[in-house]
């Protein structure tokens, strides 16, 4: 049994990294496959490199771009690697167009598609990542739904066969490094900051980032917080920034610090002492209600609405109000903090990766691992 991994961003990079473990574990060799849409040093070698996984077999390079400039370089060249190749199955994680790209090229050759945190949806579809994610769904004969809610999704859409929930693998990633973070991590003191003292940001969507009028609005909730707070910036929002002249003001905040985007150690350490955290970020969401930390969601919808229910996160959008209201109001009422805080974890148990693994080497054993012509039969 062979199996390729098709990522090419960092949170792909992170939610796969316990699958190819499990494999590793299992004395099965994966094919790696990284198609450089993320190619900073800070959003992808560093997590390879801090989650020790093995050298990657096929860098295809594809950098930046249009939709579909990244997505079709990245399909064209995926689909020579697999024709070379030949795996028995491509394993693909989220809705990225990374995704999209390994899934579409992978069906066509007829090698079947597992699609890990399948069945997501936030139900606008306007933004990319649920385009990407409708349609790897589709294209995937195995479906490792994370929640009960993903799978009721996928079952809406007609998809019943070959899902499988399994919990989400980002429990995985969180028990896996939180206590490595804890010991090699030194992000509090070269920062600064004191447990429980600060919030911690990450903003990087398109929805809010490349208008100018969002970002626009982002910045003045930055500059109304009434905490200190720390915003690893994703490449995308700094781009923007400038180009919308909006940076120098960003600069101007004095109790804001801006750094470049973090290692896996540094961030999952900084999320956990944060006393709150503002994001836009889908893995961050599922983290902070991994990590006891109340959430704050700077958007409009979530395709994690699990959290939401669980009353760990709340979705402020980009509503100056609301979001100070609700930091005023975990500041001030201990009860509520507590409530945000001791949510439960709806994820998981931190098992998502060996259950992917071992459905996977058990599909292909009984032959069962393979594209088939309808679904419905
Ligand atoms: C992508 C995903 C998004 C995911 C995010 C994870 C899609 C459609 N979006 O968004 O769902 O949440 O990755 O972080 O696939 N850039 C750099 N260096 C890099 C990578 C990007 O400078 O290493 C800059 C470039 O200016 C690029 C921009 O960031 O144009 C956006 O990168 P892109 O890969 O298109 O999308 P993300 O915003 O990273
Ligand atoms: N992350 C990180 N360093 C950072 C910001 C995020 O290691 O500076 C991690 C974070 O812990 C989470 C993942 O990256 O596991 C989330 O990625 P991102 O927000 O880029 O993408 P999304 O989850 O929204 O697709």
Redesign the pocket.
């Known amino acids: 049994m062979r199996p390729a991994f098709v990522f090419g ?3 792909e990079i ?2 796969l990294a316990p699958v190819v473990r499990t494999f590793l574990e299992r004395g099965v060799e994966p094919l790696l496959i990284h198609t450089g849409q993320h190619y900073d040093y ?1 959003m992808s070698r560093i ?1 390879l490199e801090e989650l020790e996984l093995p050298p990657i077999d096929h860098h295809l390079e594809v950098g930046s771009g249009t939709q579909a400039e990244q997505t079709g370089k990245a399909m064209i060249k995926i689909e020579r690697v697999l024709m070379e190749e030949k795996p028995d199955v491509t394993l693909v994680q ?3 167009n990374t995704v999209l790209a390994g899934a579409l090229a992978s069906v066509k050759l007829k090698i079947p598609v597992a699609h890990v945190e399948a069945g997501l949806r936030s139900f606008d579809r306007t933004m990319p ?1 649920e385009i990407n994610r409708i349609l790897a769904d589709h294209a995937s004969e195995v479906l490792f739904a994370p929640t009960e809610e993903a799978r009721r999704n996928l079952e809406r859409e007609g998809i019943t066969e070959n899902v499988y929930v399994t919990g989400n693998s ?1 429990v995985d ?1 969180v028990l896996q490094n939180a206590e490595v973070a804890e010991k090699k991590s030194n992000v509090l003191e070269r920062l600064n900051l004191k447990p429980k003292n600060y919030i911690l940001i ?1 903003a ?2 398109a929805e809010n980032t490349d208008s100018r009028e969002n970002l626009t609005r982002l910045v003045e909730i930055l500059e109304s917080l009434p905490m200190h707070a720390v915003y ?1 910036m ?1 490449p995308r929002t700094k781009n923007r920034l400038m180009e919308f002249g909006l940076w120098e003001r960003v600069e101007a905040i004095e109790n804001l610090t801006v ?6 150690l ?3 350490r900084l ?1 956990k002492n944060a006393f709150v955290v503002m ?6 969401q ?2 902070a209600i991994i990590l006891n930390v109340p959430c704050l969601t700077l958007r409009y919808n979530t395709e994690r609405p699990e959290t939401v229910k669980a009353g760990g996160n709340v979705l402020v959008g980009l509503e100056r109000e609301r979001a100070l209201s609700y930091l005023h109001r975990l500041m001030e009422d201990g009860d509520f903090y507590r409530g945000m805080a001791l949510a439960r974890n709806p994820f998981g148990d931190g098992k998502a990766g060996e259950r992917m693994a071992e459905i996977l080497l058990e599909l292909h054993e009984k032959g069962e691992l393979k594209v088939r012509s309808s679904r419905f039969i």
Not at 279 to 284: A, F, I, K, P, W
């Open positions: 961003t960092r949170p992170i939610k800070e997590f989220g809705d990225t990542e980002v990633a990450t990087h969507r690893p994703h750094t470049k985007p973090l290692g896996y540094d961030f999952l999320e994001t836009d970020s889908g893995g961050v599922e983290e």
